[in-house]
């Protein structure tokens, strides 16, 4: 499966909605300069924006990781995509708090992960 990087995703499912970058990012709660910085590739965002941008789009996460035009998907690459919807489902479940603890522990496993370190 191609993937497009995630800005452009973005963009894509943005335009499809007929939105505007300021209209997606009030929807979103963060910034217009934020949502155009990620559309054009100069940031990445951390796993939180990704799934309010994803509300706000209304559509599944794991619908900015994949390839819009690409619907034929080994079985592999579609059981990660379901445990992704699984995971996002889950995740929207959890308190506040929770979430925010989720996700401090997965950029602490990522930076980890960047430096060579052990998890």
């Not at 799934?51 to 706000?56: E, G, L």
């Amino acid at each position: 499966m191609k993937h497009l990087p995630i800005g452009e995703q973005i963009r894509y499912y943005r335009k499809k909605r007929n939105l505007n970058q300021k209209q997606l990012a009030t929807l979103a709660s963060c910034s217009m300069d934020y949502i155009s910085m990620l559309e054009r590739g100069l940031y990445y965002p951390n796993v939180g924006v990704l799934i309010q941008i994803a509300q706000a789009l209304e559509i599944p996460v794991t619908r900015l990781l994949e390839d819009p035009s690409d619907f034929q998907l080994s079985d592999s690459e579609n059981q990660q995509i379901w445990i992704l919807a699984d995971f996002q489902e889950d995740f929207e479940r959890l308190e506040q708090w929770e979430r925010i603890f989720l996700i401090e522990l997965f950029r602490h496993f990522c930076e980890r992960n960047r430096a060579g370190l052990p998890l």
